[in-house]
Protein backbone atom coordinates (compact mmCIF):
# COMPACT_ATOMS: atom_id res chain seq x y z
CA UNK A 1 0.00 0.00 0.00
CA UNK A 2 1.39 3.69 -0.68
CA UNK A 3 0.09 6.67 0.53
CA UNK A 4 0.19 9.52 -1.97
CA UNK A 5 -0.02 13.64 -0.60
CA UNK A 6 0.15 16.59 -3.06
CA UNK A 7 1.41 19.94 -2.51
CA UNK A 8 2.68 23.20 -4.26
CA UNK A 9 -0.54 24.40 -5.68
CA UNK A 10 -1.60 27.43 -5.79
CA UNK A 11 -2.54 30.62 -7.41
CA UNK A 12 0.05 32.06 -10.52
CA UNK A 13 -0.01 34.43 -13.28
CA UNK A 14 0.05 33.20 -16.97
CA UNK A 15 3.69 32.69 -17.47
CA UNK A 16 4.84 31.94 -14.24
CA UNK A 17 6.05 29.09 -12.61
CA UNK A 18 4.84 26.47 -9.75
CA UNK A 19 6.56 23.12 -8.33
CA UNK A 20 4.34 20.44 -7.35
CA UNK A 21 5.60 17.66 -4.72
CA UNK A 22 3.91 14.35 -3.89
CA UNK A 23 5.68 12.75 -0.55
CA UNK A 24 4.69 8.98 -0.50
CA UNK A 25 4.60 6.26 2.87
CA UNK A 26 6.46 3.25 2.70
CA UNK A 27 10.12 2.25 1.91
CA UNK A 28 9.23 0.60 -1.37
CA UNK A 29 9.01 3.69 -3.32
CA UNK A 30 11.52 3.07 -6.15
CA UNK A 31 9.54 -0.04 -6.89
CA UNK A 32 6.58 2.14 -8.06
CA UNK A 33 6.37 4.05 -11.62
CA UNK A 34 5.04 7.89 -10.50
CA UNK A 35 2.92 9.99 -12.68
CA UNK A 36 1.32 13.50 -12.60
CA UNK A 37 -2.22 13.94 -13.46
CA UNK A 38 -4.49 16.54 -13.86
CA UNK A 39 -8.35 17.35 -13.83
CA UNK A 40 -9.96 20.67 -14.82
CA UNK A 41 -13.81 21.38 -13.77
CA UNK A 42 -16.45 19.39 -16.32
CA UNK A 43 -12.87 17.61 -17.97
CA UNK A 44 -11.39 13.83 -17.44
CA UNK A 45 -8.74 13.11 -15.90
CA UNK A 46 -5.56 13.74 -18.15
CA UNK A 47 -2.26 12.35 -18.16
CA UNK A 48 0.40 14.90 -17.88
CA UNK A 49 4.08 13.24 -17.35
CA UNK A 50 5.36 9.76 -15.83
CA UNK A 51 8.57 8.96 -14.84
CA UNK A 52 10.08 5.62 -14.11
CA UNK A 53 10.99 3.84 -10.69
CA UNK A 54 14.63 4.69 -11.54
CA UNK A 55 13.75 8.07 -12.84
CA UNK A 56 16.05 7.65 -15.97
CA UNK A 57 12.99 7.47 -18.50
CA UNK A 58 9.78 10.16 -18.81
CA UNK A 59 7.23 10.83 -20.42
CA UNK A 60 4.98 13.84 -20.98
CA UNK A 61 1.68 14.88 -22.99
CA UNK A 62 2.18 17.28 -25.48
CA UNK A 63 0.43 20.18 -24.41
CA UNK A 64 2.98 20.05 -21.38
CA UNK A 65 5.82 19.32 -23.47
CA UNK A 66 8.87 21.19 -22.72
CA UNK A 67 7.49 23.87 -20.33
CA UNK A 68 6.96 20.84 -17.27
CA UNK A 69 9.40 18.37 -16.00
CA UNK A 70 8.89 15.23 -13.71
CA UNK A 71 11.44 14.28 -11.34
CA UNK A 72 11.46 12.20 -8.79
CA UNK A 73 14.25 11.27 -5.44
CA UNK A 74 14.17 8.08 -4.44
CA UNK A 75 15.79 8.34 -1.05
CA UNK A 76 13.20 11.61 0.05
CA UNK A 77 10.47 9.13 -1.82
CA UNK A 78 9.10 12.18 -3.22
CA UNK A 79 8.44 12.97 -6.74
CA UNK A 80 7.93 16.46 -8.09
CA UNK A 81 6.60 18.15 -11.15
CA UNK A 82 8.29 21.69 -12.22
CA UNK A 83 5.31 23.60 -14.40
CA UNK A 84 7.01 26.82 -16.16
CA UNK A 85 5.55 29.18 -18.42
CA UNK A 86 2.49 28.25 -17.06
CA UNK A 87 -0.85 28.87 -19.24
CA UNK A 88 -4.49 29.29 -17.47
CA UNK A 89 -5.59 26.15 -19.49
CA UNK A 90 -3.29 24.03 -16.90
CA UNK A 91 -6.03 25.67 -14.62
CA UNK A 92 -6.58 21.95 -12.98
CA UNK A 93 -6.47 19.93 -9.89
CA UNK A 94 -3.40 17.80 -10.01
CA UNK A 95 -3.10 14.21 -9.06
CA UNK A 96 -0.27 11.79 -8.08
CA UNK A 97 -0.78 8.34 -9.15
CA UNK A 98 1.66 5.50 -8.30
CA UNK A 99 1.92 1.99 -10.34
CA UNK A 100 4.06 -1.24 -9.20
CA UNK A 101 5.81 -3.33 -11.94
CA UNK A 102 7.51 -2.66 -14.93
CA UNK A 103 4.89 -0.76 -16.78
CA UNK A 104 5.02 3.35 -17.08
CA UNK A 105 1.91 5.11 -16.42
CA UNK A 106 -0.10 6.93 -18.82
CA UNK A 107 -3.63 6.46 -18.56
CA UNK A 108 -5.81 6.82 -15.65
CA UNK A 109 -6.84 3.08 -15.94
CA UNK A 110 -3.56 1.83 -15.10
CA UNK A 111 -2.93 3.59 -11.62
CA UNK A 112 -3.09 1.78 -8.62
CA UNK A 113 -3.33 4.64 -6.42
CA UNK A 114 -3.91 7.82 -6.52
CA UNK A 115 -3.67 11.29 -4.01
CA UNK A 116 -5.65 13.95 -2.62
CA UNK A 117 -4.80 16.33 -5.43
CA UNK A 118 -3.90 19.84 -5.55
CA UNK A 119 -4.92 22.76 -6.83
CA UNK A 120 -3.32 24.63 -9.33
CA UNK A 121 -5.34 28.04 -10.76
CA UNK A 122 -3.56 29.84 -13.34
CA UNK A 123 -4.40 33.79 -13.91
CA UNK A 124 -4.49 35.39 -17.32
Known amino acids: QVQLVESGGGLVQAGGSLRLFCAAS????????MAWFRQAPGEEREFVAA????????YYADSVKGRFTISRDNDKNTVYLQMNSLKPEDTAVYYC?????????????????WGKGTLVTVSS
Open 51 to 58: ISRSGSNT
Open 97 to 113: AARGGVTVITVASGVDY
Open 26 to 33: GRTFSRYN
